[in-house]
Nanobody, 119 residues
Framework: QIRLEESGGGSVQAGGSLRLSCAAS????????MGWFRQVAGKEREIVSV????????YSSDSVKGRFTISKDVVKNTAYLQMNNLEPEDTALYYC????????????WGQGTQVTVSS
């Protein structure tokens, strides 16, 4: 079993920065990919950025490309999402999630951390 704990959310003004962290514990050797997702009340959850745990591959959605950077520290079993030049449209509940080896879907989710960006 893998457990995830997010931290780093908060409230900032437009143009500001936040850094989210997602610490994994438990059977971390089963992690294949770790990702960040976000959801606004009443809307579908959307992918923000993902990173391969065993290689350099990353992906970021067009809406955050150039502003957000995903990174990892495999020794600490932690993924990070550096968010710069935040916009009010980035306001959402941010979740980290893990896709384990051999799985097609993200099956392990954190509790979420709120990011609020004011104009």
């Amino acid at each position: 079993q893998i457990r995830l704990e997010e931290s780093g959310g908060g409230s900032v003004q437009a143009g500001g920065s936040l850094r989210l962290s997602c610490a994994a514990s438990g059977r971390t050797s089963y992690i294949d990919t770790m990702g960040w997702f976000r959801q606004v009340a009443g809307k579908e959850r959307e992918i923000v950025s993902v990173i391969s745990w065993r290689g350099p591959v990353t992906y970021s959605s067009d809406s955050v490309k150039g502003r957000f950077t995903i990174s990892k520290d495999v020794v600490k079993n932690t993924a990070y999402l550096q968010m710069n030049n935040l916009e009010p449209e980035d306001t959402a509940l941010y979740y980290c999630a893990v896709r384990t080896l051999g799985r097609a879907e993200y099956g392990v989710w954190g509790q979420g951390t709120q990011v609020t960006v004011s104009s």
